[in-house]
């Protein structure tokens, strides 16, 4: 093989390969080697998320208050992940400041404040204002539109506020930490309006299903190393559909209506073309476990 026919086989398998490395991938999961105390994400990165632009479905950000994999063709991030501790929580006001993020690489479509506007859909947001009352510039950094999906009102202003509530006040507290995850997979939602696939001109896709998985243990260093099968672990997978909630006091807790394993979420997930591998960082005995345990 002459010297330019080599450079030519080169460069093609590179763009070949980058092109793959665009997409979703297959096989997710992630080499834990040293990860900080209360890093948003300890317990793993479950689509193999890059900080490549490369990956334009499953581009990785790290917003310093969480991190999240953000998918250009979907408009919104597949999963978001933080810490959550007493810390965290302060008396900063909040701040709707909805707004773009500019710094997203420059191939990406910019979702706007105003993208959202006559759809029948909140941004609701992924890691909640409420998680991030500390400073001002941390609430701020909530209202990224990279950190909203269109999310049915009812749902959004019921049971998900319950359930952030929740996880908030009586999970964590003063005394506990949680590492928190939020995502959506499919496409179809009913909101205010009517069932859609689509808004903003199909720039935003609209979820068909939305899941949050909280893992808590007691306030402490070494997480990765301490935590075991005494965790708690909270999961739920919930329908993105305006008609099936409301926002009374009731309605607030009916999140526990859709409680389940982080199993069968990565089970159900993968049915709607979406690979998800949680907890990757931890042993395997350990993230077995909790992967099956079932929040009562």
Known sequence: MNTKLALLVAVTVFFVSCKKESAEPTNPGTN????????????????????????TNNYLKDYTY???????????ALWVSWHLQSSDIGSAPRQDDFRADNTLPPTFY????SSYSNSGFDRGHNCPSADRTSTILANSSTFFMTNMIPQAPKLNQGPWEGLEDYIRNTLVGASNEAFILMGNYGSGGTGS????????NGHIIVPARVWKIAVVMPKGNNDLVRLDTSAIVLAV??????????????GKTAWRNYVTTVSNLEQNAAAEGMILDFFSNLSAPVRTYLKSKLFQ
């Open 32 to 55: 834990p080697g040293t990860v900080a105390d209360n890093d948003h994400m300890l317990l793993g990165n479950p689509t193999n998320a890059q900080s490549n632009a490369l990956y």
């Open 66 to 76: 969480y991190k999240l994999a953000y998918s250009n063709n979907r408009g919104t």
């Open 110 to 113: 910019l979702v706007q404040h």
């Open 193 to 200: 309006l009517n069932t859609t696939t689509d808004i903003d």
């Open 237 to 250: 997978n919930m329908p993105n559909d305006n008609n099936l909630y409301n926002t009374t006091a009731a």
